[in-house]
Structures are given as C-alpha cells and as structure tokens.
C-alpha cells in the first residue's frame, strides 16, 4: 500500500486517514546568514502520526516553530485547512486548533497540574470578564463544563495522583505528560509534539509511545512529531519526513525511510573520499 | 485591666488600619510583578495621577488649562460645573483603562524579551513622565479631595469601648476614613484573590506570569493580558491615591507612599497577594507600636520614618523570598 496516495485511505490496523490538513510549500527560514530551512515542502494529512526526524541540528524544531508560528518563515507557504496562512501570532493559530508541546518542557511551573492542563480551556472558554468576576451564571456553569473535559484528560493521561500539586516538583516523566495533557486538551486538530521522549528512560519511552497511539486512535487526533530516536519514530508513525542540514533528505512511510541510501548516510556517516 | 494596656490596644488598632494603607498600595506593584515580572516604578506616581484625575473630574477643572491659557492668553480654569462622585470615579477608571492600553502599546509591547532591569527602567521613565503630565493637566497645586467619606474620630466605637478601661480611659480613638479604606481594602483583596484563582482570565494571568512562551502556544494573547492587568494596578492606585488623597489631600507627596510600599514587599514577598496584606499589617502594627514602646520613651521618638526598613533589612537576612514569596528551586 502507497502511504502518500493522493486518497483517504484505511490503515492496516483500522484507523481511517483523510485529506491533506497542512500542507507547506517551499519554506525557507534564515536566521541572519544562517538558514535553518532550506526550501522544504511536505503534508500533514487528516488522522495520521507524521514524524519529522533528523540528526541534532537538522531544522527539526524549526520546523515546528514554523507551524505553530513562533518563526515566520522568509520564503514560502503555509496551507491549513485548504486555506493560505498569512502571517500569524503564535496565539492566533492556537485558537485555530493547533497545539503543543516542547523540548524543553514549557508548563507554568507554580500552577497545579489541575491549573496547567485547564489553561488549555482557555481558548474555548466564552464567559466575559465582568460575568467572570461575580463567578455567576454562565462563568460558573462554563468553569464546570470546562473542569470536567480536563479530568476526562487527566484520568486518560493516569495522572489523577499529582492533580494538584505544583508541576515544577514533579519528575520529569510526568511534566512531559502534564504537558502532553495541556496540549490534548484543547482538542486540537493538528497536535505538534517535540521530542516527546527525550531524555526518558526506556520505560518511560513506552508509555509516552502508548499514549501518543492512544490519543490518534481515540481522539482521531492528528499528530505530528520531532524525535531523533528512529526506533521509536518508525513504531508510531505512518509516514516519515527527514531532514538533513535544514533540507528534506526523504519522505515517505518507515520502511521506504528505512531502506532511503541519504537517510542511512545521515544517520550513520558516509566515507568521503 | 489598666487604662495603659488599653491604649496599647488603640495603637495597635491604628497600626493595623495604617497597614492597610500600605498593602492597598503593595498590592499594586504584586499585581504588576506576578504578570510581567516588572517592578512598577510608576506605581505611587499611578496612585498620585488617579487622585488628581478624580479631583480634576469631581470639581469640573478644565485639563491642561495652564498649557492653554498660556499659549492662547485667555484665563479659563473650571468648567464650572460639578460631577457626582459616583460618575467621576466611573470616568476616572476609563481614564487609568486608557493609561493602560497606552503603556503596552507605547512601551511593553517594544520590550517583549528585554532584561527586567530594562523593564524597570522604562517604569522610572514612565513615572518621571506621568508626574509632568499629572501636573500639566491639572496644576501641580495641592487638591483636596471629598469623596463623601466622613472624617475624624469615629464617635460611636470611641462610647461603645469607653468601658472597657477605667476613669482615665475613654474608648479607642479610630479615624472613620481608616475604617472605610480597611473594608475596602479587604473587600478589594478577597475579590482579586478569588478573581485570580477562580476564572479563565485570572488563570491566563498567572499562566502569563509562569511562562511566556508557553502561555501564547495555548492561546493567551500576552498584549490582551497586559492591558488587564496594567487596567486592573490603574485600580487599584485609584482606591489607594483617594484613600490617601482623602487623608493628607492630593498633591506631590502622595507618589511617595509607594517608596512605604517597598519594605511590605520586602516582607510579604513580591509575588503574593496575601503577602502584600499581611506584609502591610506587619509594618503598620510594628511601626507605631515600636513608637509607642520603645521609640517615644527612649529614642526620642520620629522612629516610624525608619522602623519599616530596619524590619525589611532584618528580614531579608532570614527570608529573601519574604514570607509567601515563591521560592525558585530550579531542578538541575
């Protein structure tokens, strides 16, 4: 089965994969003389895992700073829903369904786990401000409705023991899955996930991958993803995009990645001679 | 008990009333500080501004009149008209909403990313310049400010508490506007706590104030949240300048109860708001009963210039983050 078939087409174990959600055309990103992203265009499309993989340094994070709109890219475009992208603030294009995660953990640190994963209801929340401040009425039905769908998160996420305590205490295992939580609760369309299992033990790495799966599966979510651990990547994902010194070196589902003679020079030094 | 004993009692009521005073200022500067990590150096000046904007309002004065009358000859001052205090305080918070959308959008929104030392910086700008501007609008003389709370000894808890001491006792002296500015104070307290706890915007603020970044890829707009919270110290400065406005009248001296304001910081910790109030019940109490115990019979007295900071330096020694503060502990 060709995995970029222009169709929506089924898996093997059953999950449906639809149209093209985001699509970028020939971007390039410079930083003053440096270019990160040299004229690179893939797809994301509707239900799949999209990897993005690549030695340190390859424009992998770029690329998702792209997407979510922390970088604007000097050439280039983005397409989201069938539609053009102009230039958006990286708050904007959360409201639009794109959420996130980062390399570095990005959670509020002095929050209770509870309090992080609820900011990701704030886009969805209506209520004004004045209404908030006398908390009655609509304000308080929405803070119930909202605390609701983010304890249906934290009971997927298995994180019901450490609701309330302060994220900056917790180990790191579990900030990356408050984080993820954060994210998944805003119900997006597009998840962006950078390297979610970095610096995790082997244990750790299995969990974070079941519930990556988890989450497509149930919530249909579309997921694209940094790692540069290609065990795991070829795992979870449908299909594949490499990159190598800011340029696209390969594309396409594991195995065609797998068996690509540029990948396999990347990942594992060529003899120059 | 003896009548001394229970004159104690009265200092202490009045210091904890004078300490409401300050935290009500304190709780502008934490407010600031928790969103954007910026010290407001403006905050006194913010107080003083609202203060002569509401006079300005309340007593029909026509703004920037001697800029006028200057350069155009003519002799206008008032309009001469009166506005109710109700309205003119209504008219006075659009003004400090305005103030703060022109702040971000003249000054934080250009220093997104900067240094806090180029934040704070920009506010000692921001102060110096709002001080000129106060003035410039609404004459630099001293104002006196009447928003109808009344004055002086309040007689009523002065005869319910004569009892309680003996001949030579007649009953706690409390001034009635420091009764009204502790209930507003409290009221105005529990209502941003709940606030800042409780609903989306409160939590989006604090997110703001945890991290930047992460904040705007779940979809909070910095600029939107700013302009909250810069309204919400325009507030606050409005109940601090006319609580101290009523008392000692509107002019110069009222932007330096923020320099009051430093040592409750020091002692409630700079990002707590429970920590402002207690911080300024501590210095208020702690200050007139040092006067009255040991200052007056053996120091000579005047100790309340100096006792606040002495206390905040003696802190900082056991306690940098003050008492609520949030202690960082970075995981290496």
């Known amino acids: 089965m060709n995995a970029i078939a222009p169709e929506a087409y089924t898996t093997e174990d059953g999950r449906k994969i639809g149209g093209v959600v985001m699509e970028m055309k020939n971007i390039t990103l410079r930083f003053g003389g440096v270019t990160a992203i040299k004229d690179i265009s893939f797809d994301i499309r509707e239900g799949e895992v999209r990897a993005i993989i690549g030695p340190n340094g390859a424009g992998k994070s770029s690329m998702l700073n792209v997407i979510n709109g922390f970088y604007h890219p000097q050439e280039g475009e983005v397409w989201f829903r069938g539609e053009k992208r102009g230039p958006m603030k990286p708050y904007e294009i959360a409201r639009q369904g794109i959420a996130r995660t980062f390399q570095n953990i990005a959670l509020f640190k002095g929050m209770s786990t509870l309090d992080n994963i609820m900011t990701g209801r704030l886009t969805k929340m209506k209520s004004g401000i004045l209404s908030q401040a006398i908390w009655k009425g609509p304000a308080e039905r929405e803070e119930i409705e909202q605390r609701e769908k983010a304890e249906r998160i934290i009971d997927f996420l298995e994180i019901q023991s450490i609701r309330k305590a302060p994220v900056g205490s917790l180990p790191y295992g579990l900030q990356k899955r408050v984080e993820l939580g954060r994210a998944l609760v805003a119900e997006p369309e597009l998840l962006l996930l950078d390297e979610p299992m970095a610096g995790m033990n082997v244990e750790e790495k299995e969990d974070m991958s079941r519930f990556i799966l988890d989450v497509n599966d149930e919530f249909g979510t579309t997921i694209a993803l940094i790692e540069h651990d290609m065990g795991v990547v070829m795992d979870i994902s449908d299909r594949v995009v490499v990159m190598d010194y800011g340029a696209k070196i390969g594309d396409g589902t594991p195995d065609e990645v797998r068996s690509n003679q540029k990948v396999i020079d990347a990942y594992l030094g060529v003899a120059h001679d | ?332």
Do not use: C
């Open chain 2, 1 to 332: 008990m003896p009548a001394e004993f229970w004159y104690g009692v009265e200092v202490l009521l009045n210091g904890l009333m004078a300490g409401v005073m300050y935290s009500l200022v304190a709780l502008g500067f934490v407010l600031i500080f928790k969103a954007s990590g910026i010290f407001n150096y403006a905050q006194g000046v913010m107080a003083l501004f609202a203060a002569q904007t509401l006079v300005g309002i309340q007593t029909g004065l026509i703004p920037f009149s001697h800029l006028i009358n200057a350069m155009l000859g003519t002799k206008i001052h008032h309009f001469g008209w009166n506005v109710p205090t109700f309205i003119a305080i209504l008219i006075t918070i659009g003004i400090m909403v305005l103030f703060a959308i022109i702040v971000e959008k003249l000054i934080l929104k250009h220093l997104v990313n900067q240094e806090p030392i180029i934040l704070f910086m920009a506010t000692i700008g921001l102060a110096y310049f709002l001080e000129g501007f106060g003035d410039l609008m609404w004459g630099a003389e001293i104002k006196k400010l009447d928003v109808g709370i009344p004055q002086g000894g309040n007689v009523w808890v002065e005869e319910s508490t004569a009892f309680l001491g003996g001949e030579d006792f007649y009953g706690f002296y409390l001034d009635t506007l420091d009764i009204y500015a502790t209930v507003i104070a409290a009221i105005l307290v529990t209502s941003l706590i709940l606030f800042s706890q409780y609903t989306k915007t409160g939590r989006a603020l604090r997110a703001v104030a945890d991290d930047h970044q992460a904040a705007l890829s779940v979809g909070i707009s910095l600029r939107t949240i700013w302009v909250i919270v810069w309204s919400i110290a325009g507030f606050v400065a409005l109940v601090a300048g006319v609580m101290w406005g009523a008392k000692s009248g509107v002019q110069f001296s009222l932007s330096l109860i923020a320099l009051k304001a430093l040592p409750v910081l020091m002692l409630g910790g700079f990002t707590s708001i429970p920590g402002a109030i207690i911080g300024g019940l501590i210095i208020g109490v702690g200050e007139k009963l040092f006067e009255f115990l040991i200052g007056a019979p053996f120091l000579g007295g005047a100790t309340e210039n100096w006792f606040a900071y002495m206390l905040a330096l003696i802190f900082l020694i056991f306690r940098p983050q003050g008492l609520f503060g949030e202690k960082i502990i970075e995981r290496v």
